[in-house]
């Protein structure tokens, strides 16, 4: 059975910086893409960024030029780094990872980030 694991949610200030990563755990026969989306209170979950096995990388509006994703197909491993945080940035961050030939995504539990002073 796949489970994706989260870390690095957490409480920080306005401009400052978080690092979230996710594993996974048991077997994952193919890996085509692995990503993250958010959802804030009282809105839908939306795509923060995603990186397919052929190296390409997609942000949403709020992610660009200020986050960056790092996928690690070998080791089923993505990171997202988080910089300028904003207190709309608040949201439980969702890892995902899919084979496209078994039209299989995997999620994990989520984990929370809170943007306050």
């Known amino acids: 059975q796949v489970q994706l694991v989260e870390s690095g949610g957490g409480l920080v200030q306005p401009g400052g910086s978080l690092r979230l990563s996710c594993a996974a755990s048991?077997?994952?026969?193919?890996?085509?893409?692995m990503g993250w989306y958010r959802q804030a209170p009282g809105k839908e979950r939306e795509l923060v960024a995603r990186?397919?096995?052929?190296?390409?990388?997609e942000y949403g509006v709020s992610a660009k030029g200020r986050f960056t994703i790092s996928g690690d197909f070998a080791k089923n491993k993505v990171t997202l780094e988080m910089n300028s945080l904003e207190p709309e940035d608040t949201a439980v961050y969702y890892c995902?990872?899919?084979?496209?030939?078994?039209?299989?995504?995997?999620w994990g539990k989520g984990t929370l980030v809170t943007v306050s002073s």
């Open positions: 990186s397919s096995s052929g190296g390409a990388t």
């Open positions: 995902y990872q899919d084979d496209y030939l078994r039209a299989m995504r995997y």
């Open positions: 048991g077997i994952i026969f193919r890996l085509d893409e």
